[in-house]
Antibody
């Protein structure tokens, strides 16, 4: 059974960099697309971007100038970095696996439990 | 980034059926072929209910079904149960079929 676990600081200061990791257990990171999604308090889901196990990435337009997603296959882990954060980046951050191997079209079937990140001085 | 439009709330009584709509515009959503639906209970991660418009992942109840007409997709829940009370989100891809987009979410209340 595949499981995802987000980890990282729960509090980040404005203008600093938010960094989160997602550790994959129960299966290899190979062959799939992996996404980061966030949800501000009381709001809808916002897709941040995805990475393919080979390293290719695609980012959503709202964050693409500040975001980097990377992966470490040796650790079976992928990561999120958002630069120059503001209070608007306060949200629950989820990592997720896309349903079918080699394909990002068919939704995300495995999600981490989510981690709350607050941007505040 | 354009969002998909969903009603803010729907409600129904136990045993009834309800339908949640999800509307995109042709200019923003290209083929609108790849529609997914998620269920999210408070404080929990979303759960994939429907993918590729009509397909259910293994383990999802057949009380959940999806359909599409033009640029409006729909999620129908039949035989409503108290445990179905949750937020529901649709998802698709932008005109280039590369960027994921979510709807604004619909809160389902089981009366």
């Amino acid at each position: 059974q595949v499981r995802l676990q987000e980890s990282g600081p729960g509090l980040v200061k404005p203008s600093e960099t938010l960094s989160l990791n997602c550790t994959v257990s129960g299966d290899s990171i190979s062959g799939y697309y992996w996404s980061w999604i966030r949800q501000p308090p009381g709001k809808s889901l916002e897709w941040i971007g995805y990475i393919y196990y080979s390293g290719g990435t695609n980012y959503g337009p709202s964050l693409e100038r500040r975001v980097t997603i990377s992966l470490d296959t040796s650790k079976n882990q992928f990561s999120l970095s958002i630069q120059s954060v503001t209070a608007a980046d306060t949200a629950v951050y989820f990592c997720a696996r896309h349903l079918l191997p080699q394909n990002y079209y068919y939704g995300m079937d495995v999600w981490g439990q989510g981690t709350t990140v607050t941007v505040s001085s | 980034q354009s969002a998909l439009t969903q009603p803010a709330s729907v409600s129904g009584s136990p045993g009834q059926s309800i339908t949640i709509s999800c509307t995109g515009t042709s200019g923003d959503f290209g083929t609108f072929r790849y529609v997914s639906w998620y269920q999210q209970h408070p404080g929990k991660a979303p759960k994939l209910l429907i993918y590729d418009v009509t397909k259910r992942p293994s383990g999802v109840s057949n009380r959940f079904s999806g359909s599409k007409s033009g640029y409006t997709a729909s999620l129908t829940i039949s035989g409503l149960q108290a445990e179905d009370e949750a937020d529901y989100y649709c998802s698709s891809y932008t005109i280039t079929d590369t960027d994921v987009v979510f709807g604004g979410g619909t809160k389902l209340t089981v009366l």
